[in-house]
Nanobody
Framework: QVHLVESGGGLVPPGGSLTLSCDFS????????VGWFHQVPGKERKIVAA????????FYTDFVKGRFTISRDNARNTASLTMNNLKLEDTGMYYC???????????????????WGQGTQVTVSS
């Protein structure tokens, strides 16, 4: 069974940077595309970025494009989300998950995922 562990969150001022990590186990990591998702209290979890199995294909929402970079290391079974120029609106819990391809990660209803990790909290505040 796939197991995901997110880490790297913290408290940063507006304009600051963080790099989140997603550690994968329980399967063949390179067989999956990876997505990072953002959730604030009372709102649905939403995709922010995705990376293809090879790492060469990426997707970003308009809000994070140019500020966030998603990457992966298939040898280490990890994916990362480097977040620069953080804004107050980036505050929330961040989760990673995997799926067949970038398009599915981007578009699939988040409620259809079998399981999620515990997430990591990002707080942007002055």
């Amino acid at each position: 069974q796939v197991h995901l562990v997110e880490s790297g969150g913290g408290l940063v001022p507006p304009g600051g940077s963080l790099t989140l990590s997603c550690d994968f186990s329980g399967g063949l990591f390179s067989a999956y595309a990876v997505g990072w998702f953002h959730q604030v209290p009372g709102k649905e979890r939403k995709i922010v970025a995705a990376v293809s199995k090879s790492g060469f294909g990426t997707f970003y929402t308009d809000f994070v494009k140019g500020r966030f970079t998603i990457s992966r290391d298939n040898a280490r079974n990890t994916a990362s989300l480097t977040m620069n120029n953080l804004k107050l609106e980036d505050t929330g819990m961040y989760y990673c998950n995997v799926n067949n391809d970038v398009e599915t990660v981007r578009s699939m209803n988040v409620n259809w995922y079998d399981s999620w990790g515990q997430g990591t909290q990002v707080t942007v505040s002055s």
